[in-house]
C-alpha cells in the first residue's frame, strides 16, 4: 500500500523525524545544501528530498545567490502546528492538575488512616 503524500499538509511533513530534524539545524539561520548535509551526516539526494517536501508545505523558503541556494525557515508557517501544540499542553495540563489533587487527596486519606 503506497504512503499518503506528505507533501499537501504541514502536520504530516513535520511528523517524519528526519525533517523535524532538518528545521532544528535550520533554526534560525540560513544554509545551502551542502552545509546541512554537513551538519546532518545526510546525503545530498536525502537532504534535497527533505528540503523539497517542507518547501512544498511553506515550511522552507529558498533564495538563490549565484548557483547557490540557501535555505530558511518560515518560522510564521509553522504557527498552527505551534497552536495545535499548545492547545494539548493546556489541555494536560489541567489533566496532571487534577490528577496532583487526587494523589494528595488520597495521600491525606492514607495518613488519616495509618494514625488510626
Known sequence: MPRTPTTFDPFNAVAEPKRRQLLEVL????LAVNELVEKLGWTQPMVSKHLGVLKKVGLVSERR???QRLYRVRAEN???IRDWVTTLEQLWGARFERLDKVLRE???ESKNVSKK
Open 65 to 67: 545567490v549565484g548557483r
Open 78 to 80: 509553522l504557527k498552527p
Open 27 to 30: 533554526g534560525t539561520s540560513e
Open 106 to 108: 488520597l495521600e491525606k
